[in-house]
């Protein structure tokens, strides 16, 4: 059992960064692969980064070159850094507890954060 606390959104301009935190508690945070998710309004939730219990990363198309995840498991946190912020990155973002397989496919546990609010807008 895991309990995540996202925090770090907002409201931005375009082309403006925000760094997103998620916090765990509860189990043993190095065990597991975390990813980001983000849900916009009427749409599905996707799945935006994600980095292995090593370290390595990976990323949705929508978000190569702008957004880095990284992990801290000392301080049981990751991270997403989100630079050249645009209006299409609106959406609530969420973390996630979860693992990889073999192949590098990301599959979520069941522990989610409550999400965390950004809105890209002049």
């Known amino acids: 059992q895991v309990q995540l606390v996202e925090s770090g959104g907002g409201l931005v301009q375009p082309g403006g960064s925000l760094r997103l935190s998620c916090a765990a508690s509860g189990s043993i945070f190095s065990s597991y692969a975390m990813g980001w998710y983000r849900q916009a309004p009427g749409k599905q939730r996707e799945l935006v980064a994600r980095?292995?219990?090593?370290?390595?990363?990976n990323y949705d198309d929508s978000v190569k070159g702008r957004f880095t995840i990284s992990r801290d498991n000392a301080k049981n946190t990751v991270y997403l850094q989100m630079n050249s912020l645009k209006p299409e990155d609106t959406a609530v973002y969420y973390c996630n507890a979860g693992r990889l397989s073999y192949d590098g496919n990301y599959y979520p546990y069941d522990y989610w954060g409550q999400g965390t609010q950004v809105t890209v807008s002049s």
């Open positions: 980095i292995s219990k090593l370290g390595n990363t």
